[in-house]
């Protein structure tokens, strides 16, 4: 099924120069509709991400970093829904019988049923996700092999004896000891580094073009964590897997990603690479983020500089500028009033901030 996406905030597309893009999300609303109101977890959010590179992407809870990737993997379940925009997937497809190239098929996820059959067989397929608690992400009822084998059998058209090869062959590959034993014991016989590289075999299991990882290190030793994120790198070089990082922890993202996206009250508000992130950022918010961290070597015995405030409630609705109740270089009479648009700062470098223009973003219609 091929359909092309709207050219909505397209100004927002590809500033990654020379790069192939895999993913390009466009104008995109996700909202919660509940008893105490309409939650807007994403306000329009726009983005690409290239092919076979880490996106790291970064904001505090609340953010709307989770609710994106599911969004993207058509997961949001009622009382939630997109309200608007378009998810365009740029897939490989090889041509003809007798012609061996390759052909880019465009595809609006946007535009599938969430739970139809070409859906499903996109996700776990072309794209699959770590999810954040593995304890609680896998079936306490099934065992770890019966899991994987699940998605193996459902994508890869092979028989119970294959699917057992190659889910052992999976476990093996992430590092797991004695990956024939471990097939055939249950979630809470493992250890929290095991379920993690055991959540993270179900990903793999069909080798999928994007990964999405939600937090996948979260409660694991340092020494779990080093090998969790050099597995994943590793994988990633070998099979030019494209994965979107979702962390809170900008020592991760300085050690795995390519670019970084920052996101703040389901915005948008800078993309850039991880260099230009660290070392030239242009977003007040980006920049207190950094600030809010420790440096490894730093002599200087200064305090940390924290975030004043919190993130606001999603189910408020603040004028202007998301960040600006908590902005230390606020314009008053502006930041307050309007929403300010996308800008060019840099190569494969964009922020939302009067600071850089006076671009307004265009009123959204979603009510």
Do not use: W
Not at 33 to 49: E, H, M
Not at 127 to 138: A, G
Not at 225 to 252: C, K, P, S, W, Y
Not at 260 to 270: C, D, K, Q, S
């Amino acid at each position: 099924m091929n359909q092309t996406i709207s050219s909505t905030s397209d100004k927002a597309a590809s500033i990654l120069e020379g790069e192939d893009i895999i993913l390009k999300v466009r104008d995109l609303h996700t909202y919660f509709y509940t008893d105490i109101g309409v939650a807007r977890a994403l306000n329009g959010v726009n983005f690409d991400i290239p092919r076979g590179k880490v996106m790291g992407m970064v904001g505090e809870s609340g953010c709307g970093k989770s609710v994106t990737a599911l969004s993207i993997m058509r997961m949001v379940t009622k009382p939630g829904r997109i309200v608007q925009g378009d998810i365009a997937l740029f897939r490989k497809k090889k041509g003809g019988e007798n012609d061996k190239s390759q052909i880019i098929e465009e595809i609006n996820l946007t535009k599938l049923e969430g739970m139809g059959p070409v859906m499903r067989s996109i996700r776990g397929a072309e794209m699959s996700m770590i999810f954040q608690e593995p304890m609680t992400s896998l079936n306490p009822s099934y065992t770890i092999g019966d899991q994987i084998m699940e998605a193996i059998l459902l994508h890869q058209g092979v028989d119970k004896v294959e699917a057992e090869k190659r889910a052992i062959n999976i476990l093996d590959g992430v590092g797991m000891a004695n990956p024939a034993l471990v097939v055939k014991r249950y979630p809470h016989e493992l250890s929290g580094g095991m379920r993690q590289r055991a959540m993270i075999s179900l990903a793999l299991s069909c080798t999928p073009s994007i990964l999405f990882a939600d937090e996948p290190t979260t409660a694991l030793d340092v020494t779990t964590e080093a090998q969790i994120l050099d597995l994943m790198r590793d994988l990633q070089g070998r099979i030019n897997m494209t994965i979107i990082f979702i962390t809170h922890n900008l020592g991760v993202v300085a050690q795995m990603c390519d670019y970084v996206t920052v996101m703040y009250l389901g915005r948008v508000v800078e993309q850039a690479t991880v260099d230009d992130t660290f070392y030239n950022p242009k977003h007040p918010y980006t920049s207190s983020l950094l600030r809010s961290i420790p440096h490894v070597g730093s002599r200087q015995k200064e305090r940390l500089m924290p975030i004043r405030g919190v993130v606001p409630d999603p189910y408020s609705a603040i004028k202007g500028c998301p960040f600006h109740p908590r902005c230390s270089q606020v314009m008053r009479g502006k930041c307050d009033a309007q929403v300010p648009g996308l800008t060019v700062v840099g190569k494969s470098h964009t922020v939302r901030c009067f600071l850089y223009s006076d671009t307004v973003e265009e009123a959204s219609n979603v009510r």
